[in-house]
């Protein structure tokens, strides 16, 4: 069942229509049923979740049978920035992502965020999808502040993703709809991963084998899941975040989330014009390389890669 979450009015006799899909199970609810909502589209230029959404559902529809609760998927929180590839809310220049909770009596903005977290609240979990930007590739990670960490982290190993990053608070904003959601109680776990407008297909699988796990988890699914990867757990680990010095091209040495040694050659900035390679950039540390850049022009202090501290024994 498709429902409209949210509708407002927009110049021109149109609306903004926030819709999501209901999946209930085939016998008739009886009250006790557990919800999950999966949730994406908030910024309008990334599209991982798109395809997650899409074989959410073709699941579910091909094996409803086996579905013991509520599953509502948003595939398109800012309808309108997708529509237009644009990151924030087109014509506000606004991010979707900094007006939660919202207000009911404020602007038109607030009043939608408010009615999205009207409408998640009561679920056991919500998973919050997004996507890197154009500039670089992000593996499936969970992102969770440390004011969550114990409510979050058990939860998150059920996603089957490669790596939960655990943040401190103090880089917390609280204009998030993850934060005002774990604020009201709704669990809530911030997937990012690919990279930005595009669909990475292999990512996208791996996290619809994850949330179905997590629903058998909720008993929410009863069919079979697959047994979700090990992720590796970031708490106290340093990560290494290495910018360019100049600019020019980026030509990357190593593969994305693999192991590399303290001054391990992790690519090259070349000037295509004189030939010369204008920066050699080096691995600070051992650990493994879980962001890396994807789109090769790079100016100063562009954000080449992200690097956790961590040795290879401990990856085994």
């Given at each position: 069942?498709?429902?409209?979450?949210?509708?407002?009015?927009?110049?021109?006799?149109?609306?903004?229509?926030?819709?999501?899909?209901?999946?209930?199970?085939?016998?008739?609810?009886?009250?006790?049923?557990?919800?999950?909502?999966?949730?994406?589209?908030?910024?309008?230029?990334?599209?991982?979740?798109?395809y997650v959404c899409y074989q959410l559902l073709k699941r579910l529809n091909d094996n409803i049978e086996k579905l013991n609760g509520i599953v509502d998927i948003y595939p398109a929180m800012n309808p309108l920035g997708i529509d237009s590839i644009t990151r924030g809310i087109p014509g506000f220049d606004l991010d979707m992502n900094r007006i939660f909770p919202g207000n009911s009596d404020g602007s038109m903005t607030e009043y939608i965020a408010s009615k999205i977290i009207e409408d998640i609240s009561g679920?056991?979990?919500?998973?919050?999808?997004?996507?890197?930007?154009?500039?670089?590739?992000?593996?499936?990670?969970?992102?969770?502040?440390?004011?969550?960490?114990?409510?979050?982290?058990?939860?998150?190993?059920?996603?089957?993703?490669?790596?939960?990053?655990?943040?401190?608070?103090?880089?917390?904003?609280?204009?998030?709809?993850?934060?005002?959601?774990?604020?009201?109680?709704?669990?809530?776990?911030?997937?990012?991963?690919?990279?930005?407008?595009?669909?990475?297909?292999?990512?996208?699988?791996?996290?619809?084998?994850?949330?179905?796990?997590?629903?058998?988890?909720?008993?929410?699914?009863?069919?079979?899941t697959i047994t979700p990867k090990k992720p590796i757990i970031s708490v106290d680990k340093n990560v290494s975040f290495i910018n360019a010095v100049a600019a020019g091209i980026f030509v990357p040495e190593v593969d994305h989330w693999k192991n590399v040694k303290k001054n391990e050659i992790i690519g090259n900035i070349v000037n295509p014009l004189s030939g010369n390679v204008v920066d050699k950039i080096l691995s600070p540390v051992d650990g493994i390389v879980f962001t890396l850049r994807e789109y090769p022009v790079v100016d100063e202090g562009s954000l080449i890669a992200r690097i956790l501290e961590y040795t290879p024994e401990e990856t085994q």
């Open positions: 069942m498709i429902e409209t979450v949210v509708s407002v009015g927009l110049p021109i006799d149109e609306n903004l229509n926030i819709k999501k899909k209901r999946v209930t199970p085939a016998r008739p609810l009886d009250g006790s049923e557990k919800r999950i909502s999966v949730v994406t589209g908030i910024h309008g230029d990334e599209l991982e979740g798109q679920s056991a979990a919500c998973v919050d999808i997004h996507a890197s930007n154009i500039y670089l590739r992000e593996i499936p990670q969970i992102r969770i502040n440390e004011i969550s960490y114990k409510t979050l982290v058990p939860l998150a190993k059920f996603l089957n993703v490669d790596f939960i990053w655990v943040h401190s608070a103090a880089t917390v904003l609280e204009s998030t709809l993850a934060y005002s959601l774990n604020d009201i109680g709704v669990p809530t776990l911030v997937v990012e991963m690919g990279v930005g407008m595009r669909i990475t297909k292999e990512y996208c699988d791996q996290l619809v084998d994850g949330i179905f796990c997590l629903m058998k988890e909720l008993g929410i699914w009863t069919g079979e």
